[in-house]
């Protein structure tokens, strides 16, 4: 019975394992010497006669096909592994791009506030300098009056009232 492996890849293949081998290094999926066929150049697909015919390696304790299948099915798991670290991937990818649109989005809002309070508030600077220029035509028009009452004050001898009669 071949060996349970884990799901989704157990981190060294099927046909990466040495357990796959029962004679040391020379059985199984590294044997390349057919050695039936009486061809001694190491080639397990030329036949004895010098023709090109497959002959499958010799394995001995596994099947080649059992062999097979568990290479396919780690295969699969690994290849459902890739797709399921892809589509995170392109999920996490297309949140980032949200994330910098919406960024964006702000940035030009911001920069429009911006732009917006700058001008208010040259406004308000201008309307702060007329009501100050006003003012000060005020002060100066009170410090005339008052010096013309001073004066008169001072003419008339300490009265507010002159009498002349």
């Not at 349970?4 to 981190?11: A, I, L, N, R």
């Not at 057919?34 to 394995?59: E, I, W």
């Not at 097979?68 to 949140?95: G, S, W």
């Not at 005339?144 to 003419?155: A, K, N, P, T, Y």
Request: charged share 20%.
């Amino acid at each position: 019975m071949p060996e349970q492996s884990m799901p989704y890849g157990s981190g060294k293949p099927v046909w990466a394992r040495n357990d796959l081998e029962e004679g040391g290094g020379n059985s199984g999926l590294n044997q390349r010497r057919n050695n039936t066929s009486g061809n001694s150049n190491g080639s397990y697909q030329r036949g004895g006669d010098g023709g090109y015919q497959y002959q499958p390696p010799q394995l001995t304790g596994v099947k080649y096909a059992e062999q097979q299948t568990e290479v396919l099915e780690d295969t699969m798991r690994t290849h459902v592994q890739a797709e399921t670290t892809a589509n995170t991937v392109l999920a996490t990818l297309h949140a980032q791009r949200q994330q910098l649109q919406n960024a964006n989005e702000d940035t030009w809002a911001m920069r429009t506030n911006v732009a917006l309070a700058q001008r208010e508030i040259k406004e308000l600077q201008q309307k702060a300098w007329l009501k100050k220029r006003r003012l000060y035509g005020i002060i100066g028009l009170l410090a005339f009056v008052d010096l013309m009452l001073f004066v008169r004050i001072v003419q008339c001898g300490g009265s507010f009232f002159c009498r002349r009669y």
